[in-house]
């Protein structure tokens, strides 16, 4: 074997090498299934009671575990949860729900647009809080999609993205207003702005 045959076979093992050990400490930096199932249902803010299932599987090629949840609530309707966590740091990636699930029956057989209040409540249970408890900041219908955002308190803002004609959730965000001075103040100025058209709109039904 001569010298420069010698040297290829060398570079080629130490590349190997590189690339195997590289491997190991991708695959060392993964976070465990169940702890990527524990971030998952920690942020859903479901209880023990009202899960039915929850499983992890890991997208070996992303680096993404997709974590599915389905719950089932005291008013005998079901939910599916879906999750995108980065396997390296636990870190949500994209979270999305579908509200009154089954998969066996089309969750909108006629093709009937649902109203912004219909889209603002499945958003509200979909993040586990009744309409008494928030304050909407909005609800935008941008093709068959509506944004909704609203507020917990001046401490919490949550957003979405609901299907018109399905009711699927996505996009869902929610942002620790706690955290940063500058965003609690806009989310205080939100409210106040939603507040004082609240009251002309019920000032101007009265009158009109």
Same mark, same amino acid.
């Given at each position: 074997?001569?010298?420069?045959?010698?040297?290829?076979?060398?570079?080629?093992?130490?590349?190997?090498?590189?690339?195997s050990?590289?491997?190991?400490?991708?695959?060392?930096?993964?976070?465990?299934?169940d +702890?990527?199932?524990?971030?998952?249902?920690?942020?859903?803010?479901?209880?023990?009671?009202?899960?039915e299932?929850? !499983?992890?599987?890991?997208?070996?090629?992303?680096?993404? $575990?997709?974590?599915? &949840? &389905?719950?089932?609530?005291?008013?005998? @309707? #079901?939910?599916? $949860?879906? #999750?995108?966590?980065?396997?390296?740091?636990?870190?949500?990636?994209?979270?999305?729900?579908?509200?009154? $699930? %089954?998969?066996?029956?089309? @969750?909108?057989?006629?093709?009937?647009?649902?109203?912004?209040?219909?889209?603002?409540?499945?958003? #509200?249970?979909?993040?586990? $809080?009744?309409?008494? +408890?928030? *304050?909407?900041?909005?609800?935008?219908?941008?093709?068959?999609?509506?944004?909704?955002?609203?507020?917990?308190?001046?401490?919490?803002?949550?957003? =979405?993205?609901?299907?018109s004609?399905?009711?699927?959730?996505?996009?869902?965000?929610? &942002?620790? =207003? *706690?955290?940063?001075?500058?965003?609690?103040?806009?989310? !205080?100025?939100? !409210?106040?702005?939603?507040?004082?058209? %609240?009251? !002309?709109?019920?000032?101007?039904?009265?009158?009109?």
């Open positions: 074997m001569n010298k420069t045959i010698k040297k290829s076979v060398s570079l080629v093992l130490a590349l190997i090498m590189l690339l050990m590289g491997l190991s400490a991708m695959a060392l930096n993964v976070i465990p299934a +702890e990527a199932k524990t971030i998952a249902i920690e942020d859903s803010r479901l209880t023990a009671d009202e899960i299932s929850a !499983i992890p599987y890991l997208d070996s090629n992303q680096y993404l $575990y997709t974590v599915v &949840i &389905i719950a089932h609530f005291s008013d005998n @309707s #079901y939910a599916k $949860y879906t #999750y995108e966590i980065k396997a390296a740091d636990g870190t949500i990636f994209t979270k999305s729900a579908i509200m009154n $699930y %089954n998969p066996l029956i089309p @969750s909108n057989p006629n093709g009937v647009q649902m109203t912004a209040n219909s889209a603002a409540e499945i958003a #509200y249970k979909a993040f586990r $809080y009744n309409a008494s +408890e928030v *304050t909407l900041l909005s609800a935008e219908l941008k093709g068959d999609l509506y944004s909704i955002t609203f507020a917990k308190g001046t401490e919490e803002k949550n957003s =979405c993205l609901v299907n004609y399905t009711g699927e959730i996505t996009g869902m965000e929610t &942002i620790d =207003c *706690t955290k940063s001075p500058v965003d609690r103040v806009i989310l !205080i100025l939100q !409210i106040v702005i939603t507040m004082i058209k %609240n009251v !002309i709109g019920n000032f101007t039904s009265i009158i009109g």
